[in-house]
């Protein structure tokens, strides 16, 4: 399996001698593996001006990183719906899918790393924030009827436990370091359990999304919900029961308590063995 690239466009916290808001690009590997060294992930930055922000400057730039890195990835995320057109087409261009994606780990902690320790040293630095266009989420989608009806259940593992998982028998996976997160292995990762007697196919349909996190959701009854993209979600289940929806307050205070990590599995059945998929999530909050 190739490599998957996260990537930002958009202004920073800087000024020309213009006085006009100074672009970068940021490109960084995605972490695919609970074992991967971050610091063996490729990183690219570079300046644009604001005169040159275009999809042809920022494919260009996509090419330099490329020619770096030494190949291509099999596809790039991006968080910043705003910029879909311009990201999209930069990457159409290079032959290399473009996925709105909450699923930029890696790349929300180098923005945030950047903010604090790169930027306030350039010249024309303009302090405070420098906030992104905030759009409005669709409200959340039914499953499709093939998925609907599933048994599912809340359970949870240690981070010690977890890093286990390359060991593990699953067909389609993904997953992060637990250092990204500053996690103890003596912490508790909540996670919720899927089980199907079309386990596979399930697993399948959920590889093909960028799955992002699970949440409890409150503004209509209780629901659980799948949050993908950027802006997607599903409902997996409404709660009702009451000894349910204490586990599902658990859930929500043990995934605060993992500074957001989480887990979706799926299996053919409680007894099963092996996982058709598992992933490792996070929420957090976006720039």
Request: glycine share 6%; aromatic share 10%; net charge negative.
């Amino acid at each position: 399996m190739g490599s998957i690239w996260e990537i930002d466009f958009y202004s920073r916290p800087i000024l020309d001698e213009n006085q006009k808001k100074v672009w970068e690009v940021l490109v960084c590997e995605s972490p695919l593996d609970i074992r991967t060294n971050l610091d063996s992930l490729f990183r690219y930055a570079q300046y644009c001006p604001s005169t040159q922000v275009n999809s042809g400057w920022l494919r260009t730039a996509l090419q330099e990183a490329i020619d770096k890195a030494g190949e291509a990835p099999i596809k790039i995320r991006f968080f910043r719906r705003q910029m879909n057109n311009m990201i999209t087409k930069a990457c159409q261009d290079l032959g290399i899918p473009a996925l709105s994606s909450r699923r930029t780990l890696v790349l929300n902690q180098w923005l945030e790393q950047r903010m604090i320790e790169v930027y306030p040293q350039e010249p024309g630095y303009q302090g405070g924030a420098n906030p992104s266009v905030r759009l409005e989420n669709p409200l959340p989608q039914r499953l499709p009827d093939a998925l609907e009806g599933q048994k599912w259940v809340f359970v949870s593992l240690s981070a010690a436990e977890l890093a286990e998982m390359p060991e593990w028998d699953i067909g389609f996976r993904e997953a992060f370091p637990l250092e990204l997160a500053q996690l103890s292995p003596e912490t508790r990762i909540p996670g919720v359990l899927i089980f199907s007697p079309r386990a596979l196919p399930v697993a399948g349909w959920m590889s093909g999304l960028e799955l992002a996190f699970l949440r409890v959701d409150q503004s209509q009854g209780t629901r659980l919900v799948l949050e993908t993209g950027t802006a997607e979600s599903w409902i997996l289940a409404n709660i009702k029961n009451s000894t349910t929806l204490a586990e599902a307050q658990g859930f929500e205070a043990a995934k605060q308590n993992a500074n957001g990590v989480h887990f979706i599995g799926v299996q053919s059945d409680p007894q099963a063995e092996a996982f058709a998929g598992f992933w490792l999530l996070q929420e957090v909050n976006l720039p």
